[in-house]
């Protein structure tokens, strides 16, 4: 059981993000939750970016999005290219196997966020600013 609660100690560690719900407008947070939700779903970022750009909440989850997006491209590209070397090209397999169920992780949790009205960053890649 010690492993369990070190496990879940070590999530909320790295879920300790910056929260800047506060400084958000209620009306704006309840208006814009879909749009919200819409900026982790690949390509559906695009929605919010441009349908609802002065929406503080809404921007600040595209950005989120914007940035896993990204951050999911470039990894499986470099990851793509990596598994066709031989005999190590599998160990990259696994790693690359990995990566997406932390982005998994992430989408989910982006979107749990934006369910919940929280404006809150991603854990490892949220700090990174891409939209105003």
């Known amino acids: ?16 993000t910056k929260d800047i719900t506060e400084q958000m407008d209620s009306a704006d947070i309840e208006q814009n939750k879909i749009m919200g939700v819409l900026a982790y779903l690949s390509w559906l ?16 989850h595209a950005n989120q999005g914007l940035v896993l997006a990204i951050v999911e491209i470039i990894c499986g590209i470099a990851l793509g290219i990596l598994v066709i070397i031989p005999v190590i090209g599998l ?3 696994i790693i690359g196997g990995l990566f997406e ?4 992780g992430f989408t989910i949790l982006g979107i749990v966020n934006a369910v919940n009205g929280k404006a809150k960053e991603l854990p490892i890649i949220g700090s990174i600013k891409i939209l105003k």
């Not at 059981?1 to 496990?7: E, F, I, K, R």
């Not at 919010?48 to 503080?56: E, L, W």
């Not at 169920?101 to 998994?104: D, K, P, S």
């Open 101 to 104: 169920l932390v982005c998994l």
């Open 91 to 93: 160990i990259f397999a």
């Open 1 to 16: 059981m010690a492993d369990m609660n070190d496990l879940n100690n070590k999530f909320n560690e790295l879920n300790n």
């Open 45 to 60: 970022v695009l929605v919010p970016i441009f349908a609802a750009k002065d929406s503080k909440f809404a921007r600040f």
